[in-house]
């Protein structure tokens, strides 16, 4: 229920990360949750086919005047934009409405088990026994290592990066409007010198 309250859609471009508030984006689309649900499905989703030829504004301004798939069939033009023969857009729509509560399960680090290891890569993928325990040897030796660099670093008051922020920059602050930049190829060119 948290992700209907606040949803982050999160999208690498150029080594940003951009964040889309639902609320906002709905606000701003002029649509609720269910339309922009009945939108994507619109647009292809993995669960159904889309309609052929309806873009992203076409589907949008549909969805806006007429509200829901239903209702958007009824008002398109079915020789320029054919709907799908057995189009399930209502299982769809479903799987996408009725998210079903799962519990995250407690992820707990333990040392690998070397024998479960040796025994699947052996008798399962035909590796040879004495390249597995040379690797397995040389993985615990590395992890030591690692282990006593940790210390002696911690010692000597260096810190790891630990925090979200220190992974990305930050790009704007949350109230400032986002500007697309008029071309991906032009913002890294230098202007001429005469």
Request: proline fraction near 5%; charge should be positive; include cysteine.
């Amino acid at each position: 229920m948290a992700s209907l309250i606040r949803v982050g859609f999160y999208a690498s471009v150029l080594s940003e990360v951009m964040e889309y508030s639902l609320p906002k984006l709905l606000e701003k689309l002029q649509i609720n949750h269910e339309e922009l649900v009945d939108l994507c499905i619109l647009l292809g989703c993995d669960y159904c086919d889309k309609i052929p030829g309806l873009g992203p504004k076409r589907a949008l301004t549909l969805i806006q005047n007429h509200r829901t798939i239903e209702n958007v069939v009824l008002h398109i033009n079915r020789k320029t934009h054919p709907v799908p023969h057995f189009w399930k857009y209502k299982e769809a729509r479903k799987i996408f409405l009725d998210a079903t509560e799962t519990t995250v399960p407690e992820l707990v680090w333990t040392e690998p088990d070397e024998e479960a290891v040796v025994g699947f890569l052996c008798h399962t993928k035909h590796v040879k026994e004495e390249r597995i325990r040379h690797r397995m040897k040389t993985f615990h030796k590395n992890r030591e290592n690692r282990r006593e660099k940790r210390k002696m670093e911690k010692a000597a008051g260096y810190t790891r990066q630990t925090r979200m922020e220190n992974f990305f920059r930050i790009t704007r602050k949350r109230e400032q409007p986002v500007e697309a930049p008029s071309s991906l190829g032009d913002s890294n060119k230098r202007p001429r010198s005469k």
